[in-house]
């Protein structure tokens, strides 16, 4: 599953603005790990894996960065352009990114540690395993 979360904004134009998230209250998981990608160049293409256990929630609290999801059976975007935007990418989903723009910087915040072994980085073995039902209903839009 992959969806699209608005965070709370806190605050006010005169002092700037706070948002936040919590394990298992507005992301349906607990954070593990944290990572971050930067000083990317523009026109850069990052991503091009999926992952078999992990979720992960995206957030770009600087730029402009295009997320293009794909569930093996359909494709869809998301422009991560404002820091109150959250993109939970559940496992079994395909993700490539894009940087729009100078300087963005993309936040990860994952279910668990990093493993090489939980990542499926041939995108035709993804869609073996699609077609296979490896993620059967956890992987429906
Ligand atoms: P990768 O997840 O492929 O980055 P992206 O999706 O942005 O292209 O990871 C890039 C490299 O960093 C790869 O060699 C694995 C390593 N890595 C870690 O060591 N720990 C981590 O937590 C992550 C996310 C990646």
Redesign the pocket.
């Known amino acids: 599953m992959y969806k699209l979360i608005t965070f709370k904004q806190i605050g006010r134009i005169e002092i700037g603005f706070l948002s936040f998230f919590e394990s298992n209250q507005n992301i349906p998981f607990e954070i593990k790990?944290i990572?971050y990608?930067y000083y990317v160049p523009v026109g850069t293409k990052?991503?091009?894996?999926a992952h078999r256990e992990l979720n992960q929630l995206l957030w770009c609290p600087y730029g402009k960065i295009n997320v293009i999801l794909d569930d093996g059976k359909g494709k869809k975007e998301f422009l991560l352009d404002s820091p109150e935007k959250g993109l939970l990418v559940g496992k079994g989903i395909w993700h490539d990114m894009y940087w729009i723009k100078e300087n963005s910087v993309l936040c990860v915040a994952a279910s668990d540690y990093?493993n090489?072994s939980d990542y499926i980085r041939d995108y035709n073995n993804f869609l073996k395993l699609v077609k296979e039902g490896y993620w059967k209903d956890e992987n429906k839009l």
């Open positions: 790990r990572y990608t990052r991503g091009g894996h990093y090489e």
